[in-house]
């Protein structure tokens, strides 16, 4: 029997996702950022955010998913597929969910995540955040999306709010990262987001092949030079 070879019972070998931020920077601070991942809905921004959480616990970070639009369990199912399973982060306390979408959505909500009674108001999740990352260093954080968050909160003052929320974190030498859905906003409100976080990365997709192919480009980075090219976003 070759022991090389994997049995159907066998975890799925750990997904490499290609490139990542590391990956589209010449130089510069990788931690203690904010990060905006714009681009239509199906074109990767989701699959991006959790390998970037991959890729943090597998370099020591300790990882947060704020959902608002699915339930922790999808994505967990989802991570898992890709070989980033979670289930010991999740046990030792280095993976957190919180999750808004469950109350909002009367589903069931999962035991082991902190939850949010309303979207609609960012200070309760700057609140979880701040009690979730009380025994954390360095830890990285996803917000999926802040397109919803946007659309129950007030225009007027959510800008402001998240400005706070992202200075809070990465002066705590934490790095977040929200996703923004295209299509769902004004192109203000696109135009604001994007320049209150220090990066901003841009997705869309390839639908005339047989198969669908997705890019990645960096717009902008602060504090460092980018090439803005359209680069393919694979799963190898």
Known sequence: MNSDKSSDTDPPRPTIARPM????????????????????LGSGKTTYAEAFLAEGLRL????VFVTTDVSPRVIRNDMSRHGWAIDDYENSGQFVFIDGYSERMGAPKSSSAYSLSKVDDISELGIVLSEVL???????????SLSTLILHSSPATMPR????????LTQSSHSIM???EEGVHDEKTYATFSYLAD??????????GPVPRHYVRMERMRGTETTRSWMEFVLE
């Open 199 to 208: 990066a901003v990365l841009r997705f869309k997709v390839d639908d005339s």
């Open 134 to 144: 009380d025994e954390m260093v360095v830890a990285r954080i996803v917000v999926d």
């Open 161 to 168: 709010a998240v400005q706070r929320l992202s200075g809070r």
């Open 60 to 63: 020591g970070f300790p990882a």
């Open 21 to 40: 931020i590391g990956d589209l920077v010449q130089f510069g601070q990788l931690t203690q950022v904010s990060i905006m991942l714009v681009g239509p």
């Open 178 to 180: 929200y996703i923004l």
